[in-house]
């Protein structure tokens, strides 16, 4: 019994650089195609486009969420925020690695702009549950924005600000979500690709708070 209590610690609390698992210098396979939209996964990507990646819990039903939404150019799910380099999903699963499951969100911004995303990934999850997304227990299932600019960051800090509001407002919790400059995202193998396109009845673990976002004017620029 206590061993099981020690390892869920160990999964709810971020390893140091002398715990974190080695990993590997070179990248685990991939595949190299989207498997829905047939697209390069890894680019080359038009001009203009622009990136996000969000970690919303089990990043399969996150990247159907997104892979769905009109004006989505690609998605990927892959691991970031941690210190392994080149993770395998057994690894991150250890909570040794301190990545937390994310997705890579190439998209054309005259479609669908960084807002209409963030307020996709408020209301599309619990962001004030810490390190675990219902079920899903441990680091790698963490809230996370992690941004590619000034402007999303701000943009990132605002609709949090605005949301924390409203959840507020419905007697919720305060919002544990990470926030901070892309660090370097490392693909999930094929099998985790588009999940779901491949495992139609597969598990989506995916369940907002019922609470709306309303992304305010400065966020939405």
Same mark, same amino acid.
């Given at each position: 019994m206590f061993f099981l209590s020690d390892m869920l610690n160990k999964k709810l609390k971020l390893p140091t650089p002398g715990e974190a698992l080695p990993g590997r210098a070179r990248a685990i396979p991939t595949a190299s195609k989207h498997y829905v939209s047939k697209r390069p996964l890894k680019g080359p990507f038009l001009e203009g486009f622009e990136t996000a990646m969000l970690g919303l819990g089990c990043f399969w039903g996150a990247e159907r969420l997104f892979w769905q939404t009109p004006g989505v150019w690609v998605t990927a799910v892959g691991y970031a925020g941690g210190l392994t380099p080149n993770p395998t999903y057994q690894e991150t699963c250890t909570g040794l690695t301190g990545h937390a499951e994310v997705v890579l969100v190439v998209f054309d911004p005259t479609q669908v702009s960084y807002a209409d995303l963030l307020k996709i990934f408020w209301e599309s999850h619990d962001p004030t549950q810490g390190m675990r997304q219902g !079920? %899903? +227990?441990?680091?790698?299932? &963490?809230?996370? @924005?992690?941004? $590619?600019?000034?402007?999303?960051?701000?943009?990132? @800090?605002?609709? &949090?600000? =605005?949301?924390? @509001? =409203?959840? *507020?407002?419905?007697? &919720?919790? *305060? @919002?544990?979500?990470?926030?901070?400059?892309? /660090?370097? $995202?490392? $693909? =999930?193998? %094929?099998?985790?690709?588009?999940?779901?396109?491949? !495992? /139609?009845?597969?598990?989506?673990?995916?369940?907002?708070?019922? +609470? #709306?976002?309303?992304? /305010?004017?400065? #966020?939405? +620029?």
């Open positions: !079920n %899903d +227990v441990g680091t790698t299932y &963490r809230s996370a @924005i992690y941004t $590619f600019s000034d402007a999303q960051q701000a943009e990132a @800090i605002a609709s &949090r600000d =605005a949301y924390q @509001i =409203a959840l *507020k407002a419905a007697g &919720r919790e *305060k @919002i544990t979500t990470e926030i901070g400059i892309a /660090p370097q $995202f490392y $693909f =999930a193998e %094929d099998d985790h690709q588009q999940y779901l396109a491949k !495992n /139609p009845h597969g598990y989506c673990g995916l369940k907002g708070t019922g +609470v #709306a976002c309303t992304i /305010p004017d400065k #966020a939405a +620029v």
